[in-house]
Nanobody, 124 residues
């Protein structure tokens, strides 16, 4: 399996921006479709964004569409999530996930490898 480590979380004011990174190691990064998910205490993990192995196909949750951008650099084995116009309701632990195969998915169950998560807190 591929190992994933997220970074870039933190505290930001509403309207601000953050860029999350996910460094992959252990297997060929380009062989995986990737995704970002988030979770708040007491709630299920929810889909945020996903990309195919090439980055040509991307999906976004309606709640982040137009504000977040997922991208990947296969040469650097890194996945990114650029988050703009952040809102307090974006506060969550953000997880990077890898899905063996080329095609993007929005389903939690389709992803077999997960990072440890990074906290994003958006204040008023």
């Amino acid at each position: 399996q591929v190992q994933l480590v997220e970074s870039g979380g933190g505290l930001v004011q509403a309207g601000g921006s953050l860029k999350l990174s996910c460094a992959a190691s252990g297997r060929t990064f380009s062989a995986y479709a990737m995704g970002w998910f988030r979770q708040v205490p007491g709630k299920e993990r929810e889909f945020v964004a996903a990309t195919s192995w090439t980055g040509d196909t991307t999906y976004y949750a309606d709640s982040v569409k137009g504000r977040f951008t997922i991208s990947r650099d296969n040469a650097k084995n890194t996945l990114y999530l650029q988050m703009n116009s952040l809102k307090p309701e974006d506060t969550a632990v953000y997880y990077c996930a890898a899905r063996s195969g080329f095609y993007a998915s929005i389903q939690v169950a389709d992803f077999g490898s997960w990072g440890q998560g990074t906290q994003v807190t958006v204040s008023l």
